[in-house]
C-alpha cells in the first residue's frame, strides 16, 4: 500500500517538475522570438527604406562635366548609400522590356532623359530629409525634376512607428503573462510540500534553511527551461537564416547573444523571485490555514 502511494507521489512530482520546465520553455520561448524581432525589426525597416528609390531626371542641355560633377557631388553626400547614372537608351530599352514592344518606332525619338536613381540611407528617409535633399538638388540647374513616391515615404515611416509601439506593448504583456504562468506553476509545486514545509518548520528549522532547497530546486528547473527555449531559439535563427539569407538576420551576433543571454537569466530569475514569496506564503500560514 505504501508503494503505490510512493509511486503515486514520485509521478505527482515529475509532473509537477514537467510542467514547470514546460512553462518556463514556452513562456521564455515566445519572450526569445520577440527580443529576436524586435533587434532585427530596426535593420528589416531600414532594408525596406532604402530600397525605396529617387530619381534626378537631368535636363538634355546637361554635358558629360555636368554628369561628373553630379557623380562626385553623390559620392561625397552622407544621405546617398546607393546611385546609379541610367542612360535615355538604356531607359528605353527597360521600358521596351517591360511593355513587350519597341515604343521608339511609334514616337521617332527617345522622349525619355538621362537620370541618376539615388537608393537614400535609411535615416535620411524622412518626410523632412528628403523635402531638404530634395530642395538642395534642385538648386543645379540641370536638373529637369526629381521624381520619389511621397506616400510610399510617409506610409512607411507611419508604420513603422505603429508597429513599434505595438511591439512595446505586446512585450510588456507577455513579460505579465510570462511572470504569472511561472509563478503559478511553482506555487503548485510548492503547495504539494506544504506540509513538509510546515513540519520542518515547526521542529525548529529556520526559514532561509526550509526555503534554500526548494529555491535551488526551482532555480534548476528554470535553468533547463530556459536552456531548452535557447536551444529552440538557435534553431529557429539558423532556419530563418537559412531559408532567408537576404534578411541577414545573424549579422548581429552581439545583440543576439545578449537577447538568449537575457533569456536564461530570466529563467533563473523568475524562478527564483516566484518559489521565494510561494514558499514564504506557506511558512506565515498557520498550521490549521494549511487544510
Given at each position: 500500500?505504501?508503494?503505490?502511494?510512493?509511486?503515486?507521489?514520485?509521478?505527482?512530482?515529475?509532473?509537477?517538475?514537467?510542467?514547470?520546465?514546460?512553462?518556463?520553455?514556452?513562456?521564455?520561448?515566445?519572450?526569445?522570438?520577440?527580443?529576436?524581432?524586435?533587434?532585427?525589426?530596426k535593420?528589416?525597416?531600414?532594408?525596406?527604406?532604402?530600397?525605396?528609390?529617387?530619381?534626378v531626371?537631368?535636363?538634355?542641355?546637361?554635358?558629360?562635366?555636368?554628369?561628373?560633377?553630379?557623380?562626385?557631388?553623390?559620392?561625397?553626400?552622407?544621405?546617398?548609400?546607393?546611385?546609379?547614372?541610367?542612360?535615355?537608351e538604356?531607359a528605353?530599352k527597360?521600358?521596351?522590356?517591360?511593355?513587350?514592344?519597341?515604343?521608339?518606332?511609334?514616337?521617332?525619338?527617345?522622349?525619355?532623359?538621362?537620370?541618376?536613381?539615388?537608393?537614400?540611407?535609411?535615416?535620411?528617409?524622412?518626410?523632412?530629409?528628403?523635402?531638404?535633399?530634395?530642395?538642395?538638388?534642385?538648386?543645379?540647374?540641370?536638373?529637369?525634376?526629381?521624381?520619389?513616391?511621397?506616400?510610399?515615404?510617409?506610409?512607411?515611416?507611419?508604420?513603422?512607428?505603429?508597429?513599434?509601439?505595438?511591439?512595446?506593448?505586446?512585450?510588456?504583456?507577455?513579460?505579465?503573462?510570462?511572470?504569472?504562468?511561472?509563478?503559478?506553476?511553482?506555487?503548485?509545486?510548492?503547495?504539494?510540500?506544504?506540509?513538509?514545509?510546515?513540519?520542518?518548520?515547526?521542529?525548529?528549522?529556520?526559514?532561509?534553511?526550509?526555503?534554500?532547497?526548494?529555491?535551488?530546486?526551482?532555480?534548476?528547473?528554470?535553468?533547463?527551461?530556459?536552456?531548452?527555449?535557447?536551444?529552440?531559439?538557435?534553431?529557429?535563427?539558423?532556419?530563418?537564416?537559412?531559408?532567408?539569407?537576404?534578411?541577414?538576420?545573424?549579422?548581429?551576433?552581439?545583440?543576439?547573444?545578449?537577447?538568449?543571454?537575457?533569456?536564461?537569466?530570466?529563467?533563473?530569475?523568475?524562478?527564483?523571485?516566484?518559489?521565494h514569496?510561494?514558499?514564504?506564503?506557506?511558512?506565515?500560514?498557520?498550521?490549521?490555514d494549511?487544510y
Amino acid at each position: 500500500m505504501s508503494s503505490n502511494f510512493d509511486k503515486f507521489q514520485k509521478r505527482r512530482l515529475i509532473s509537477s517538475y514537467f510542467s514547470v520546465v514546460l512553462s518556463v520553455f514556452l513562456v521564455l520561448f515566445l519572450l526569445g522570438v520577440l527580443g529576436l524581432f524586435i533587434i532585427n525589426s530596426k535593420k528589416l525597416a531600414n532594408d525596406f527604406k532604402e530600397k525605396i528609390a529617387m530619381t534626378v531626371f537631368l535636363k538634355n542641355e546637361a554635358t558629360d562635366s555636368v554628369v561628373k560633377a553630379l557623380n562626385t557631388e553623390l559620392k561625397k553626400a552622407p544621405y546617398a548609400r546607393s546611385f546609379v547614372y541610367v542612360t535615355k537608351e538604356k531607359a528605353a530599352k527597360e521600358h521596351t522590356d517591360i511593355i513587350g514592344e519597341d515604343f521608339l518606332t511609334f514616337l521617332g525619338e527617345n522622349p525619355l532623359l538621362n537620370s541618376y536613381d539615388i537608393h537614400l540611407k535609411a535615416d535620411y528617409v524622412e518626410r523632412d530629409s528628403i523635402t531638404k535633399i530634395e530642395s538642395r538638388l534642385r538648386q543645379n540647374t540641370m536638373i529637369e525634376d526629381i521624381v520619389y513616391d511621397k506616400q510610399l515615404v510617409n506610409l512607411v515611416n507611419d508604420n513603422i512607428k505603429k508597429v513599434s509601439m505595438w511591439i512595446l506593448i505586446i512585450s510588456g504583456f507577455l513579460a505579465i503573462i510570462a511572470v504569472l504562468l511561472i509563478n503559478s506553476s511553482l506555487r503548485l509545486s510548492i503547495h504539494s510540500n506544504r506540509f513538509i514545509i510546515k513540519t520542518m518548520q515547526m521542529v525548529g528549522a529556520t526559514k532561509s534553511f526550509i526555503r534554500k532547497p526548494f529555491v535551488m530546486r526551482s532555480v534548476k528547473l528554470g535553468m533547463l527551461g530556459s536552456g531548452l527555449a535557447i536551444i529552440a531559439l538557435i534553431a529557429v535563427l539558423m532556419y530563418v537564416e537559412t531559408n532567408f539569407p537576404g534578411l541577414g538576420i545573424l549579422e548581429d551576433k552581439a545583440l543576439i547573444g545578449l537577447v538568449l543571454l537575457g533569456v536564461f537569466g530570466l529563467g533563473i530569475l523568475i524562478t527564483w523571485v516566484s518559489t521565494h514569496f510561494a514558499t514564504q506564503r506557506f511558512l506565515n500560514l498557520r498550521t490549521d490555514d494549511l487544510y
